[in-house]
Nanobody
Framework: QVQLVESGGGLVQAGVSLRLSCAASGRTLSGYAMGWFRQAPGKEREFVSTISRSGSDTYYADFVKGRFTISRDNAKNMVYLQMNSLKPEDTAVYHC????????????????????WGQGTQVTVSS
């Protein structure tokens, strides 16, 4: 069992940066691919980014490419999402998630492929 806790969200103006953190406990994160998803009010949860177990492979939704960067520190059991040039449409609750899939490639964007989820952290971007 893995417990995930996100932090780093907040209310910011468009154009600034935020770094979200996801702290894991219970198991070492090196055994999981890790993803970030977001959910805006009235919308379905959508894929943002995923990083492979080793950190060698990263995947991004088209709408965040070039603005967001995912990273991980397995020694610290942490995953991060650096978000730059934030836009009002980035407003959502951001969740981190852990997947037991050995090879996350081609399956990273489907929330059903993730086994554990955090409660989320709110990001609000004002124009």
């Amino acid at each position: 069992q893995v417990q995930l806790v996100e932090s780093g969200g907040g209310l910011v103006q468009a154009g600034v940066s935020l770094r979200l953190s996801c702290a894991a406990s219970g198991r070492t994160l090196s055994g999981y691919a890790m993803g970030w998803f977001r959910q805006a009010p009235g919308k379905e949860r959508e894929f943002v980014s995923t990083i492979s177990r080793s950190g060698s492979d990263t995947y991004y939704a088209d709408f965040v490419k070039g603005r967001f960067t995912i990273s991980r520190d397995n020694a610290k059991n942490m995953v991060y999402l650096q978000m730059n040039s934030l836009k009002p449409e980035d407003t959502a609750v951001y969740h981190c998630a852990a997947s037991l899939l050995f090879n996350i490639a081609t399956r990273y964007s489907n929330p059903s492929n993730y086994n554990y989820w955090g409660q989320g952290t709110q990001v609000t971007v004002s124009s």
